[in-house]
């Protein structure tokens, strides 16, 4: 299963990137914003869930959200957002937008955990 993780914070990406390793996700891709993310589901086919943050230069999050979700081939990929965008508003737009899930920062690996199987079944 291939992973692509979207966020600008360098530190945020190795954050997710090891708690995903520790959950034995070890085949992570990761992006700077929704402009080099966008180029890395158009370059991998093989893409199974994108984890994004919302606040992005270039493009961002909900951006890269609505991209993915125009597209028919991604209209199944799972997608989770990981964002400090916490008010009720934010979330309501974000599922609007496509998302699957929703963690607000900062957050433990549990709830990530917990949010990637419920959004894998």
């Known amino acids: ?26 085949d992570v891709l990761e992006a700077e914003h929704g402009v080099q993310a966008w180029q890395l589901l158009c370059e991998h086919d093989d893409i199974d869930v994108l984890i994004t943050d919302w606040n992005m230069p270039e493009m961002n999050g909900l951006e890269l959200v609505k991209k993915v979700r125009a597209e028919e081939k991604y209209a199944d990929m799972p997608i989770i957002m990981v964002t400090t965008e916490g008010g009720k508003a934010e979330v309501i737009v974000a599922l609007k937008a496509g998302v699957n899930n929703y963690i607000v920062k900062p957050f433990t690996p549990a709830v990530l955990k917990e949010k990637l199987e419920d959004v894998l079944g």
């Open 1 to 26: 299963m291939r992973l692509l993780v979207v966020d600008d914070s360098s530190t945020m990406r190795r954050i997710i990137k090891n708690t995903l390793a520790r959950l034995n996700y070890k």
